[in-house]
């Protein structure tokens, strides 16, 4: 009789090790997959901001060009840089 036992025993314990492979081997293929999609993921952000420069390159050299202008402009119409004529006109008069 103890010898049934044990041999039940061993096979419950062949049973549940079995199930426990079936999870085992289910966990590390959804690992596999959740590194895949990851390094997809991380591919396609690094795809779309290479794109995003190469796309909006022409535009930003476009804009750097205007605020270059802009400070051109804006060094112009310094009063420090005005020729000392037009100063003394525009000084007040005491």
């Known amino acids: 009789m103890e010898i049934d036992e044990l041999k039940e025993l061993l096979e419950q314990n062949l049973e549940i090790s079995r199930q426990s492979l ?25 795809g779309i901001l290479i794109w995003g420069y190469v796309a909006l390159e022409p535009y930003f050299a476009q804009l750097q060009s205007t605020f270059q202008n802009l400070f051109r402009v804006q060094q112009a119409l310094d009063p420090s840089n005005l020729p000392p004529e037009i100063k003394k006109l525009l000084k007040p008069s005491q």
């Open 22 to 46: 079936k999870i085992l081997k289910k966990i590390r293929h959804d690992i596999l997959w959740r590194r895949f999609f990851a390094l997809a993921k991380f591919a396609i952000i690094i």
